[in-house]
């Protein structure tokens, strides 16, 4: 649980008769509900006995809906690619396919939870997986729609067509049922078989009817005739080809020739002896009391709809659409009963109300992800234009910043969310910076992921505030060469000073230095701060001397002591590391910087006895001072004067 950034406002609902309330602790992604106790003073109790964590979006922490979300987020970054200088024409075929995308998505995310809720054994589990799948199943119908409609946009003829492979593949279970009827040992007995002829014709699939009526007419020879002559009124009915040759007024024209050859057949009572085939005669010449008596076998007032158009409007118009569903869902809907929320949208799309729709789902459905990709898609088809909100940005953006905030509350989906942040070009690096402040630093490797986000962003701020987070608690942990490290990268001069510090007390302490590598290799970064570039020098120094270039290591010594770089605390430990060098028998300091070394111990020397009253030091402490002084003015004292000598005898 992510922690509230500061102190959280309460909003207190009235107290009950025993005295108790609710307050709220808003956070990231979050709330707290707690319970407070107060007395009849109005005093605040003791404390609060529960708190509860409410989540804004618990489908992100399914395991099974998370594919949904990653899978999604490619197709997203995807569409975002096209090129808004494309002609539309070119576009749509692109968007048709990318709207295919994210349903092949849904569908997947569909049976996998299925699957999940048949096999498993506890209830609850299989409850709510059975929930999830009712919602995607949902969002998928809904979905479908809208790229028939909006995407698409199917003028009339193949608009009816669409619409008639939406109602199929939702209305799936038909298939289920003819598989047990067909794999019974008489389909044409089975006690269903009528209910599966009558529910191929209600989709039009009346290839499918035909074949299963060849089966009841071989039991029945002496109706030989009447069954041929259905099979002819199914076979002659016209579809409309968009790829052909046919106008839609030709197809018009023969459809309403073979209509009426179908209405002479029932008013000549041909099928009068047969109440089954007189059932489907009248269904297929468009008969609105004998479909709304299937309501059961059509199921919903949309598959009624499409049936209805079938057999009765099947060049309908995209704009005669609103009127036909309006109808269709008042006769089928009992009047004392109310449309669902489902009911409504699919309403809302049939009106050709994009922004009812959304509005609709945004209400009804438990989380952003649907709203969020298909305002997405729709806006890149330039049907969103007219729309902007009295507040903030446009709808587009307004939905994908929220999407992406909630999916910033979990643990690995927050990396989906920059994506989404990036494509929102007016609030979405505002949001950006305020989430990724509230992302837990829980790893190294995480806290890198997150500052090359940033880094790539240019989000100087928060790498900072990443890099000095990560520095102090490396040094709390005592990892002295990652704290410098992340130091470094903050560029923060004052706390790179602090951990050159640390270095330095454990080289006084220990002799040697730790994480050599990192010293070894600073590079120009070593001039962030004095300290810095001192501990850089005086690690060279070290290198130096192991190697042997003892000349070298001394003129770096020096130079570190009368520059200043060095701190006055280790004057002394500079001075004591001049000794090996000051003994060498080649002599490696001249005389000059003999008198500068003897000069900066003088000085040394002078502030030890000027601080000694009030000094901490013990007995031992000091006589181990006084004797390293003595040493080093003696070993000066040699090298001065084999200097003097040495310099005398070149210049003679």
């Known amino acids: 649980m992510e922690e509230v950034d500061v102190e959280p406002a309460v909003t207190n609902i009235p107290a009950a008769s025993d005295g108790k309330h609710l307050g709220f602790a808003w956070g990231p992604g979050d709330i707290l509900v707690y319970?407070?106790?107060?007395?009849?003073?109005?005093?605040?109790?003791?404390?609060?006995?529960?708190?509860?964590?409410?989540?804004?979006?618990?489908?992100?922490?399914?395991?099974?809906?998370?594919?949904?979300?990653?899978?999604?987020?490619?197709?997203?970054?995807?569409?975002?690619?096209?090129?808004?200088?494309?002609?539309?024409?070119?576009?749509?075929?692109?968007?048709?396919?990318?709207?295919?995308?994210?349903?092949s998505v849904i569908r997947a995310s569909i049976e996998e939870l299925h699957q999940v809720a048949v096999s498993t054994k506890d209830a609850e589990v299989a409850t709510q997986?059975?929930?999830?799948?009712?919602?995607?199943?949902?969002?998928?119908?809904?979905?479908?729609?809208?790229?028939?409609?909006?995407?698409?946009?199917?003028?009339?003829?193949?608009?009816?067509?669409?619409?008639?492979?939406?109602?199929?593949?939702?209305?799936?279970?038909?298939?289920?049922?003819?598989?047990?009827?067909?794999?019974?040992?008489?389909?044409?007995?089975?006690?269903?078989?009528?209910?599966?002829?009558?529910?191929?014709?209600?989709?039009?699939?009346?290839?499918?009817?035909?074949?299963?009526?060849?089966?009841?007419?071989?039991?029945?020879?002496?109706?030989?005739?009447?069954?041929?002559?259905m099979d002819t009124l199914l076979s002659k009915m016209p579809f409309y080809n968009p790829g052909g040759t046919q106008t839609l007024t030709d197809f018009d024209v023969k459809w309403r020739h073979w209509h009426a050859e179908v209405n002479r057949c029932l008013q000549d009572n041909s099928f009068a002896s047969n109440q089954h085939l007189e059932i489907i005669c009248k269904i297929i010449v468009g008969d609105e009391d004998t479909l709304l008596e299937h309501k059961e076998l059509l199921g919903t007032w949309y598959h009624f709809l499409v049936t209805r158009l079938l057999f009765s409007h099947p060049t309908v118009k995209p704009t005669e659409l609103h009127y036909y569903a309006q109808s269709c869902m008042?006769?089928?809907?009992?009047?004392?009963?109310?449309?669902?929320?489902?009911?409504?949208?699919?309403?809302?799309?049939?009106?050709?109300?994009?922004?009812?729709?959304?509005?609709?789902?945004?209400?009804?459905?438990?989380?952003?992800?649907?709203?969020?990709?298909?305002?997405?898609?729709?806006?890149?088809?330039?049907?969103?234009?007219?729309?902007n909100l009295h507040f903030g940005s446009n709808l587009r953006e307004f939905l994908l910043l929220e999407y992406a905030s909630g999916l910033f509350t979990h643990h690995s989906l927050w990396q989906l969310a920059v994506d989404y942040f990036d494509h929102c070009l007016d609030f979405g690096r505002v949001y950006l910076e305020l989430q990724i402040e509230h992302i837990p630093l829980d790893t190294e490797r995480k806290a890198l992921k997150v500052l090359r986000i940033c880094e790539q962003r240019q989000m100087s701020e928060q790498v900072r505030s990443i890099c000095k987070i990560m520095a102090m608690r490396a040094l709390r942990n005592n990892r002295l060469g990652s704290a410098l490290s992340w130091s470094i990268r903050a560029k923060d001069a004052a706390f790179a000073t602090l951990i050159s510090e640390r270095f330095l007390q454990d080289y006084c302490t220990r002799g040697t230095f730790s994480d050599l590598d990192l010293i070894d290799n600073l590079g120009p970064a070593m001039l962030l701060s004095d300290r810095l570039t001192f501990l850089g020098k005086y690690r060279e120094f070290h290198k130096l001397y192991g190697e042997k270039h003892f000349s070298e290591a001394a003129k770096l010594l020096l130079s570190l002591m009368t520059a200043k770089i060095a701190p006055r605390s280790f004057w002394m430990t500079l001075l004591t590391d001049a000794l090996p060098l000051l003994e060498q028998k080649e002599g490696i300091f001249s005389a000059d910087q003999t008198h500068e070394l003897m000069f900066c111990l003088e000085e040394l020397t002078s502030s030890l006895n000027t601080s000694a009253p009030g000094s901490d030091k013990s007995t031992q402490d000091e006589d181990i001072e006084l004797t390293k002084v003595e040493l080093l003015r003696l070993a000066l004292a040699r090298n001065l004067a084999m200097a003097i000598v040495k310099e005398g005898t070149v210049e003679s």
Not at 55 to 70: G, V
Not at 204 to 218: D, F, Y
Not at 352 to 357: A, K, L, P, R, S
Request: aromatic letters at 10%; glycine letters at 4%.
């Open 35 to 103: 319970e407070t106790l107060y007395k009849a003073s109005g005093a605040k109790g003791s404390g609060c006995s529960f708190i509860h964590e409410v989540r804004k979006d618990q489908d992100i922490y399914s395991p099974i809906l998370r594919k949904l979300f990653n899978e999604s987020h490619h197709i997203f970054v995807g569409l975002q690619t096209i090129k808004e200088d494309l002609p539309s024409k070119n576009k749509k075929p692109q968007f048709v396919s990318i709207s295919k995308n994210y349903r």
């Open 129 to 229: 997986y059975g929930n999830q799948v009712s919602i995607l199943l949902a969002i998928e119908l809904i979905w479908n729609l809208s790229e028939v409609l909006f995407i698409e946009a199917a003028p009339a003829g193949t608009l009816l067509l669409h619409l008639l492979d939406w109602v199929r593949l939702h209305q799936a279970d038909v298939d289920k049922k003819a598989k047990e009827v067909m794999q019974s040992e008489s389909p044409a007995e089975h006690h269903n078989y009528w209910d599966m002829v009558v529910s191929y014709v209600l989709q039009g699939r009346l290839e499918e009817a035909r074949q299963m009526l060849v089966k009841q007419a071989t039991l029945h020879p002496a109706a030989e005739n009447m069954y041929k002559l």
């Open 330 to 387: 008042t006769m089928f809907i009992d009047a004392r009963s109310f449309p669902d929320p489902l009911d409504n949208i699919l309403l809302a799309a049939f009106e050709f109300d994009i922004h009812q729709v959304i509005k609709e789902c945004s209400i009804a459905l438990n989380n952003w992800w649907f709203v969020a990709h298909l305002t997405d898609l729709l806006d890149h088809c330039k049907l969103l234009q007219s729309h």
